[in-house]
Every structure is written in C-alpha cells, then in structure tokens.
C-alpha cells in the first residue's frame, strides 16, 4: 500500500476527482494530444504523489540524509506541466529533469523555480516530449513519474517502454492516471466537459482512459514489476484525498523495473549543479559518497 491515507487538499474537487487538464487546451507535438497548458494558477490535482514517491524511494536509499532524503536520486517528471509535483521532489533533495512538449508550460514552470534559489540546482526543465529524449537518457534515471500524463498520450505502449528504457535498472515508476470505467465516462467527460463545463470540451478522450488491468499488462511486458495499484478519491466534505481500494476513477500505479538486463547506460545525463551538490553533501552522507566513488 501507499503510505498514508490523506492525501492532500484544495479546491474545485470534480477537477480533483477527474484529475486535471482543465485550463487551456493546446497542440503539441507528435505522439502527443491534448493535455492542455497548465499554469500555476489552475486547480489541478495536488501533489501528494510526492509523498509516496518519497516513501517508497527511501526504501531503496540505505542512508538518507534528513531533510534532502532523497539527495542523489534522478528523477524525470514527465508531461510535469507547470512542475507542480517537479518543486516538492526537487526540495526533497532529488535532482529532477522536468520535461513537457508545451512551451508554455515549461515557462510557467521556470518562472515559478526561479523564486526559490535552491530549486534552480536541483531542477532542470525542457520542452520536449519523453519520446524525443529516449535515446540520450537510457537507463539514466533512479525514477520516473508520470502524473495524469499517460490518459493525454497518443500511442500508450511507446510511451511506456519509453518511461521503461530511460529507468536504471531497478528504478521505480509512478504513474497516476484516470480508469476506463462508465463512471469515469459520466463523470470525466459529460460532466465535466459537457454538463458543468468545468473543464474545456476535447480535453480528456474516453478512450485514451486506460484500466489498472491494461496498464499493468503493458507494464509487465516491458519488464517492470508492478508493486501497488491505488485508487485515490476526493472527499469534498472533509476536502482531502484518500488512497483507497476503490480504482473506478483515479489511481496511482507503482512499478520497479527489473535488474535483470543489467548493461552500461549509454548516456550520461548530468544536471547543472548536481556534482558540486553531490560533493558538499558526500562528507554527511555515506550513500552520495558511495555514488560519487562510481
Ligand atoms: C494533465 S497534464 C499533467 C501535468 C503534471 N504532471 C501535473 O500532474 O500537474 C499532462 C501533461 O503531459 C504532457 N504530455 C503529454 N504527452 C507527453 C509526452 N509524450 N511526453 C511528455 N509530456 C507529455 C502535456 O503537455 C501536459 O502538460
């Protein structure tokens, strides 16, 4: 299971329910659809992602350090719109490479790290989809997250493969998605969409929904091992979100890639900054000095 139950809370809790792509729609580029532009100011899901990202990354680190507990991991956020879930894993400690097709997006995101000093080390954002950097970042990563990103993909097994090949061996996936269910359908798209209009006509495909069942399938053949499937449900009264075994809306997926194919990364993919933070931290914590040593 997920740690923690309550996940989280602010506005708007249909957006909450359905997950987020309400604000601008947007083309981008290819093996893209839809997804839309979000700026900070858009009510969206919140982040408690980051919290089980943590706790099931700390699993792997021996010795953290408090504080920066995940100091020394890499991690790409994919499809991170305005790094909403890029900031917390980058104050975690956690060097993160923020990557989205839309611009605008990537803009909203480097104008928001630029308040705070700390995060400009730790965070690297580009425009560009996952599928354009596959090859340069091959098993480069300790983790990828994916956030409300895999229901706006056009082709869902590259996708896939591709969150498989940029992840070291071992590395963990988080994804959190939106299930193909007629609940999803009623509430997603003619609710929301057509009857509340809280979000724009277009912005989510029932049929780019996908199931746990199926995401699982695609996971395993490409040889990550699905550890949890989590549904997550809002509770407008208390305002929170809570992980539960309900997965008929949202849910949250947690996969390891096996280490079984073990072979040398074919890139290195270092981000500004991250050697010299390595090295003032190498002497606090056995784990990055134990990292720097490879
Ligand atoms: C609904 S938003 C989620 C934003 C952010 N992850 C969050 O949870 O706040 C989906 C984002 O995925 C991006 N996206 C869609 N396809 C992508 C791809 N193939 N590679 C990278 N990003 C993609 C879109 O541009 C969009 O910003």
Not at 60 to 88: A, F, R, S
Not at 200 to 207: A, I, M, S, V, Y
Request: glycine share 8%; net charge negative.
């Amino acid at each position: 299971m997920w740690s923690g139950r309550k996940l989280g809370s602010s506005g708007g809790w249909f957006l909450r329910v359905l997950g987020p792509g309400g604000c601008n729609t947007k083309a981008a580029r290819p093996l893209i659809s839809s997804a839309g532009t979000l700026g900070r100011d858009c009510t969206v899901l919140p982040k408690p992602l980051s919290t089980a990202v943590r706790d099931n990354l700390l699993k792997t680190i021996p010795n953290h350090q408090p504080g920066k507990p995940l100091l020394g991991m890499k991690i790409l956020d994919v499809g991170c719109g305005g790094g909403l879930l890029t900031e917390p894993l980058g104050r975690l400690g956690a060097s993160v490479i923020g990557i989205d097709p839309v611009d605008e997006n990537i803009k909203t995101a480097q104008c928001h790290k630029s308040f705070d000093p700390v995060l400009d080390k730790r965070i690297e954002y580009r425009v560009c989809s996952l599928e354009e950097i596959v090859e340069e970042t091959a098993e480069t990563f300790d983790a990828v997250v994916a956030s409300e990103v895999v229901e706006h993909v056009i082709d869902l097994e590259t996708f896939l493969q591709c969150c498989c090949q940029v992840l070291k061996p071992g590395g963990s996936l988080f994804i959190t998605t939106i299930n193909k269910t007629q609940l999803s359908y009623a509430l997603g798209i003619v609710f929301s969409e057509q009857i509340a209009s809280i979000v724009p006509k277009g912005t989510h495909t029932w049929e780019k929904f996908v199931s746990p069942e199926t995401l699982e399938s695609i996971l395993e053949s490409n040889g990550l091992s699905v550890q949890t499937v989590v549904g997550m449900l809002y509770n407008p009264f208390s305002g929170y979100w809570h992980w539960s075994e309900n997965t008929s809306l949202n849910y949250a997926a947690y996969a390891v890639k096996s280490r079984v194919q073990e072979h040398p990364a074919s890139a290195e993919f270092v981000l500004k900054g991250e050697t010299e933070e390595l090295q003032a931290n190498a002497c606090t914590n056995p784990a990055v000095h134990e990292k720097l040593k490879k």
